[in-house]
């Protein structure tokens, strides 16, 4: 850590603009003179060897390379060569501002063709636009000493063509994965152009990323491109017939699908689709001659899977899925029945006439409705407004980058949203208007909860850190440490109903249970087989629902104790759930792009509800109402009647996922949080 004597550097969160302090105070708040916005701390690092931090242990590997001068490129330490290729080589590095391991790319120094730094360029304006799980996260891109390179995520794992998967689901699965990053992208505008095993990365937890958009085309884009003026590009095995044929023009979303289905089919087989003595050669067989089975090489693939990728290896581009996403959507109802049977449902419309005619139907439908109800929430009286009524009343932007959580006050005077900049901000609940900043985590800020008295705000971050925020004071209370590092930090947070507790959930698979007062952790929960990824206490504190990746929901006793209550029946990671006001409903949502209602007494399944055509990424009960909105990264936000089952709103506006959610306490409003930086007001006009 730096000493008194180093320079600190404070920088603005809104409109960037530095402030040195030569004697910085951390118990003190600093205001930007330009803007007045909270400054957030960024200790410069001198050419001093680099010493490690006294909150976080640096790997003895950082240590060692910090010993060689020529390991520092800019505030990262280069510690191992990863790959390299003709014009790039990556590495491992250490971030040492935020103390983090990273990825970083450089173009190497014989590499100067325009082309080469054209690519290169590209790669990085292209891919930082792109936010998304599937997607690589690009940090940050540079040039010092004439040195190009790109800061990305380190993802500890392997690509596609070394991971060694064998069964088919399993790699039906993270091609599955791969097309929604890629779907996203096509939903920006950008086509990829070279999608093959080497450019999908499986992390140590499963999780898929797509990399390298150093070819992408923005859709939009007009005059010649990369393609059309340096050649051919991409990777002959796995390139489409128009792009083997030399046809620019003619690429679009469709190329990427038939990449994206060439590399199921190798993953698949282990073998190229198409095979030849040269790259020419191949290129010739993809452009003129059919598409051959993949069950000539591995007969055990079902047919079913087969016909999927001879359609999207299609030689038209019309006779292809017309893109990535639909291309998911064929893998994802393979995954939900590998053979596809459609169980026939003649034999209903013969036995409904017959009914008709025997005077039975009368008792059948009579029968119906006096079926037991489903536990759920019951109004608390008549509303005097309407959700199906709701529209946008105001928006803003809020973040530099994705808006990640959203909280209001319990008085519904103040919200407090947090970001991917690592910015907290304080907002007046009604109109919106800025009111403070807090700064402290050293990256995403994952969750936000106000305490139920409204003097103290809890936050986690992709830090792996817990604060605990003094409202009036605008000033930090204090840092819980506690959980493990992990890649995503501590992504859930959440006050217990009397405010005495406050529980974390961690990436590293841990619920940690603290005295607010005094940051004493009272409890650590352990069962989840992955990271925790959202948590909701009961109205009365007794219990605590928790997510995970793990495919589970899972609902603590923190009274009685013992083993929790495991909730099964989504089928990816479950990025959100919440009780309603009563304790009587579960709802969660997550990458199945299902918002399911629990019983969290007997734990069975009530309804599923199904419209999002993405994952569901946050939920949020109305205060008073039978009503549950549902926002995700298909860029809509819902409204359901629980009374009913039904959708009865769909608010759009948002260019992005919805991260954040929450109705104002009085009900009359929804507030909602993008990753296309904007806050939107919704509610009647």
């Not at 959440?494 to 940690?512: E, H, K, M, V």
Request: aromatic share 6%; charged share 25%; with cysteine.
């Amino acid at each position: 850590m730096a000493s008194e004597a180093d320079p600190t550097l404070l920088v603005c969160s809104t409109c960037r603009k530095d402030h040195w302090v030569s004697h910085y105070d951390p118990a003190r708040s600093y205001i930007c003179a330009e803007c007045s916005t909270a400054l957030t701390t960024r200790t410069v690092v001198s050419n001093a060897p680099l010493s490690p931090s006294t909150d976080e242990p640096v790997p003895p590997e950082v240590v060692e390379a910090r010993k060689k001068p020529a390991n520092r490129i800019g505030t990262y330490t280069l510690v191992r060569e990863l790959g390299r290729g003709g014009t790039g080589v990556v590495h491992r590095a250490w971030d040492e501002e935020l103390g983090r391991w990273v990825a970083i790319k450089m173009l190497l120094p014989h590499s100067s063709a325009p082309e080469d730094l054209e690519r290169f360029r590209r790669e990085g304006k292209t891919a930082a636009r792109l936010e998304h799980p599937n997607i690589l996260p690009i940090y940050d891109v540079e040039t010092i000493g004439g040195t190009h390179y790109i800061v990305t995520k380190f993802v500890d794992g392997r690509t596609l063509d070394t991971a060694g998967l064998k069964e088919v689901r399993d790699v039906v699965r993270v091609l599955r994965e791969a097309c929604r990053g890629v779907a996203h992208a096509h939903r920006s505008g950008v086509v990829h152009r070279d999608l093959k095993p080497q450019n999908i990365m499986i992390d140590r937890d499963g999780r898929v990323v797509v990399l390298d958009f150093g070819l992408a085309k923005t859709l939009e884009a007009k005059g010649p491109s990369l393609t059309a003026t340096q050649g051919l590009m991409g990777t002959p095995a796995f390139m489409s017939p128009e792009q083997a044929r030399g046809m620019a023009t003619e690429i679009d979303m469709r190329t990427d699908v038939y990449s994206m289905t060439a590399t199921l089919w190798f993953a698949l087989s282990g073998l190229f689709p198409h095979r030849g003595e040269s790259p020419q050669d191949i290129m010739v067989k993809i452009a003129t001659e059919p598409t051959p089975s993949v069950r000539q090489v591995r007969p055990d693939v079902p047919e079913r899977l087969d016909s999927l990728l001879l359609k999207g290896m299609a030689k038209k581009r019309e006779d292809r899925y017309a893109d990535c996403e639909e291309l998911g959507e064929a893998l994802e109802q393979f995954l939900r029945d590998p053979g596809f049977a459609r169980k026939s449902r003649a034999w209903v419309l013969p036995l409904l006439l017959l009914l008709l005619g025997g005077g039975i139907a009368f008792g059948v439908f009579r029968w119906w409705p006096r079926r037991a109800p489903d536990p759920g929430p019951t109004p608390a009286g008549k509303a005097d407004f309407d959700p199906r009524r709701f529209g946008e009343v105001r928006s803003r932007e809020a973040h530099e980058s994705w808006v990640r959580c959203l909280a209001f006050s319990p008085d519904g005077a103040r919200a407090a949203s947090g970001g991917k900049d690592g910015a907290i901000k304080i907002w007046d609940g009604e109109s919106g208007a800025p009111v403070s900043a807090l700064s402290g985590h050293g990256g995403m800020v994952m969750s936000l909860a106000f305490s139920p008295d409204g003097k103290r705000i809890a936050s986690s971050g992709e830090d792996n850190a817990v604060k605990i925020w003094k409202v009036p004071e605008r000033k930090e209370e204090r840092t819980l440490r506690g959980h493990g590092r992990s890649l995503l930090g501590v992504m859930a947070v959440a006050f217990a109903p009397d405010g005495a507790r406050l529980a974390s959930g961690g990436y590293d698979g841990t619920i940690r249970i603290w005295k607010t007062d005094t940051g004493e952790e009272l409890l650590v929960l352990r069962g989840h087989g992955k990271g925790v990824v959202s948590l909701g206490f009961s109205p009365d504190g007794s219990k605590l629902a928790s997510s995970s990746d793990d495919t589970t929901v899972r609902i603590w006793d923190l009274a009685a104790g013992g083993e929790p209550l495991l909730l099964l029946g989504h089928t990816g990671w479950i990025w959100c759930v919440s009780f309603d006001r009563d304790g009587r409903t579960l709802a969660s949502g997550g990458d199945d792009r299902a918002v399911k209602i629990w019983n969290p007494t007997t734990g069975k399944e009530i309804r599923a509800l199904h419209a999002h055509t993405d994952s569901v990424k946050q939920l949020s009960f109305h205060p008073t109402q039978p009503w549950l909105a549902s926002a995700g990264d298909d860029a809509s936000v819902r409204i359901w009647d629980l009374s009913t089952g039904k959708e009865v709103r769909t608010l759009t506006g948002h260019a992005d996922q919805v991260w954040a959610l929450a109705w104002q306490p009085n009900g009359r409003g929804l507030l909602s949080g993008s990753a296309d930086r904007t806050m939107r007001w919704w509610g009647e006009k």
